[in-house]
């Protein structure tokens, strides 16, 4: 609809005027690569004619940014558009727009208070309620509320929760054991034989423990 376009329009122009007010350069990325990374997920595939090529429709910005910070771009981020080819519903589409910001320097707690602070810097400016409906993957509609501070949760501790299985204790190479068991405790999933042990752990989480 109409209000819906000029709602995404006014929301990129706060989300870039955050971005700046804190210091950051806003790069434009490639889109055609030569491999899909920065991600797990399947890519889409296409010919480059010129150099008689296949490339990849990147799946993510995150190489790219990462690489900006070692040349002297300390503070990044990008408005980007993204394509994988992998399945449809309320949360997933093939090309969809993410936003992605890199900072040296900062850790994972700088991070989590940077988000809260640029999540309600757009509440405000846009007047939005807090508390929004919005459909899961099932198109279920639930309330999701966005009033900071939000619940800190240990990773490690939580998928142990939710799974039976502490994560911290597998290692590189330990594949077949990770595999092993998270069968045993019954979350097999489709592709988990090509996985490495950090995409299993990754996999896992989002099985167990993202959906709640």
Do not use: C
Not at 3 to 26: A, D, I
Not at 80 to 101: C, V
Not at 139 to 160: A, L, S
Not at 172 to 181: H, Y
Request: no cysteine.
């Amino acid at each position: 609809s109409l209000q819906r376009m000029q709602f995404r329009s006014k929301f990129v122009k706060t989300l870039r005027e955050f971005y700046r007010s804190q210091w950051f350069t806003e790069l434009e990325t490639p889109i055609l690569g030569n491999a899909a990374s920065g991600a797990a997920a399947r890519p889409f595939v296409t010919h480059h004619n010129d150099y008689d090529i296949d490339v990849f429709l990147r799946i993510a910005p995150e190489i790219a940014l990462k690489t900006a910070t070692v040349w002297w771009l300390e503070k990044v981020f990008e408005i980007a558009k993204n394509f994988r080819n992998e399945w449809s519903d309320p949360s997933h589409l093939q090309e969809f727009t993410s936003i992605e910001h890199y900072a040296v320097y900062w850790d994972y707690k700088k991070n989590m208070a940077f988000t809260e602070q640029m999540f309600d810097y757009v509440f405000d400016t846009l007047k939005l309620d807090r508390k929004i409906q919005v459909k899961d993957k099932e198109w279920n509609i639930k309330q999701v509320d966005f009033t900071t501070p939000w619940k800190r949760i240990d990773y490690i501790q939580q998928v142990k929760n939710d799974s039976g299985i502490d994560v911290s204790l597998y290692k590189p190479g330990d594949e077949a054991k990770l595999k092993s068991d998270i069968k045993a405790k019954g979350h097999n999933r489709v592709g988990l034989e090509e996985q490495t042990v950090a995409t299993m752990i990754d996999y896992l989480y989002k099985k167990v423990t993202r959906p709640q």
